[in-house]
């Protein structure tokens, strides 16, 4: 499986300051590592990741002397929270309907202020140092974000996803890498079939070294389907993709089992460029529970400050 990780900008920086109100994120991973703003954190002894996040949005309130506003995937309750942090270290949450106003204008300049193409060279860094688990961490809240704000089939959410892909693959975790994979292939080839192949060849490498015959028969049916799309639409041009479709052929064959067409994921079967609206998450993606208002891990009184615990 190839996605490279080499630095297209060396000089790419993060900004260091932005306007107020702009939109802080952070994401805790389902074994807690927590991350603000594409900076793993360093969580000393038994420090909750609520805490650390907190103390982390009010040094950036304090520093910019304005309120921040914050939002909060965290994978240990399938919660998204939404926050507004004070510079006197006071925070609540807020509804979604009371959050900062959503648009372009709005995502643009946040990701100025924050850029994802500086996230996803600090993520290379990490790799390239075989930090593994700190590169998939970080390549997983730049997804899980991108996709919030931009839904799933953006072109930054797809380029997030396939890195969170490959870094899965390094990991040797090749079920992940496959359903992470296979989901950039199966939305490229319902939104633009033309670019498809490399996308199709990358879950094919990581389908490659599945052993569970269930998961290699059901996975095994949709590529070879993408497969068999991208050859009738004449978009089979390099050698290498023939040897990967034939080689699906030849593993479901000898494998003596299939499934039915039904099981085969239905948007794999849409025609390039079908369907309505965008979608805001992936299938496979577990959806996410809006937090209330006042969610009690998330509100200081005023005159908290970061490293004083609640």
Same mark, same amino acid.
């Given at each position: 499986?190839?996605?490279?990780?080499? #630095?297209?900008?060396?000089?790419?920086?993060? +900004?260091?300051?932005?306007?107020?109100?702009?939109?802080?994120?952070?994401?805790?991973?389902?074994?807690?590592? *927590?991350?603000?703003?594409?900076?793993?954190?360093?969580?000393?002894?038994?420090? #909750? #990741?609520?805490?650390?996040?907190?103390?982390?949005?009010?040094?950036?309130?304090?520093?910019?002397?304005?309120?921040?506003?914050?939002?909060?995937?965290?994978?240990?309750?399938?919660?998204?929270?939404?926050?507004?942090?004070?510079?006197?270290?006071?925070?609540? *949450?807020?509804?979604?309907?009371?959050?900062?106003?959503?648009?372009?204008?709005?995502? =643009?300049?946040?990701?100025?202020?924050?850029?994802?193409?500086?996230?996803?060279?600090?993520?290379?860094?990490?790799?390239?140092?075989?930090?593994?688990?700190?590169?998939?961490?970080?390549?997983?809240?730049?997804?899980?974000?991108?996709?919030?704000?931009?839904?799933?089939?953006?072109?930054?959410?797809?380029?997030?996803?396939?890195?969170?892909?490959?870094?899965?693959?390094?990991?040797?975790?090749?079920?992940?890498?496959?359903?992470?994979?296979?989901?950039?292939?199966?939305?490229?080839?319902?939104?633009?079939?033309?670019?498809?192949?490399?996308?199709?060849?990358?879950?094919?490498?990581?389908?490659?070294?599945?052993?569970?015959?269930?998961?290699?028969?059901?996975?095994?049916?949709?590529?070879?389907?993408?497969?068999?799309?991208?050859?009738?639409?004449?978009?089979?041009?390099?050698?290498?993709?023939?040897?990967?479709?034939?080689?699906?052929?030849?593993?479901?064959?000898?494998?003596?089992?299939?499934?039915?067409?039904?099981?085969?994921? +239905?948007?794999?079967?849409?025609?390039?460029?079908?369907?309505? =609206?965008?979608?805001?998450?992936?299938?496979?993606?577990?959806?996410?529970?809006? +937090?209330?208002?006042?969610?009690?891990?998330?509100?200081?009184?005023?005159?908290?400050? #970061?490293?004083?615990?609640?």
């Amino acid at each position: 499986m190839t996605h490279s990780l080499t #630095p297209r900008d060396e000089g790419n920086l993060p +900004a260091l300051a932005a306007p107020p109100l702009i939109r802080l994120d952070a994401y805790v991973a389902e074994d807690g590592s *927590t991350v603000v703003n594409g900076h793993l954190l360093e969580m000393g002894g038994m420090r #909750p #990741p609520n805490e650390a996040i907190l103390d982390a949005v009010a040094m950036f309130a304090r520093t910019l002397g304005a309120p921040v506003a914050a939002t909060v995937i965290d994978r240990t309750v399938q919660q998204v929270a939404r926050l507004r942090v004070h510079p006197d270290g006071s925070s609540r *949450t807020i509804a979604d309907e009371d959050d900062l106003p959503p648009g372009r204008e709005r995502t =643009a300049a946040e990701e100025e202020a924050f850029p994802p193409l500086a996230r996803v060279e600090r993520i290379i860094q990490h790799a390239q140092r075989e930090e593994l688990h700190a590169a998939f961490v970080l390549a997983s809240a730049l997804r899980e974000h991108l996709t919030l704000r931009r839904g799933a089939e953006d072109e930054l959410s797809l380029e997030a996803r396939a890195i969170e892909a490959y870094l899965a693959y390094l990991r040797g975790d090749h079920m992940l890498s496959t359903v992470l994979a296979l989901t950039v292939a199966r939305i490229r080839c319902r939104t633009d079939l033309n670019r498809a192949a490399p996308d199709v060849a990358r879950a094919t490498a990581a389908w490659q070294r599945l052993w569970d015959e269930s998961q290699v028969a059901t996975r095994g049916q949709e590529l070879l389907h993408m497969w068999e799309r991208l050859s009738e639409a004449g978009l089979l041009q390099e050698a290498s993709h023939h040897a990967m479709a034939q080689a699906v052929r030849t593993r479901l064959a000898q494998g003596g089992r299939s499934v039915p067409p039904q099981s085969v994921h +239905a948007a794999a079967a849409l025609p390039a460029g079908s369907g309505s =609206a965008p979608t805001a998450v992936a299938p496979e993606d577990k959806p996410l529970k809006p +937090a209330r208002r006042g969610l009690r891990r998330f509100t200081r009184r005023a005159g908290r400050f #970061p490293g004083q615990s609640s």
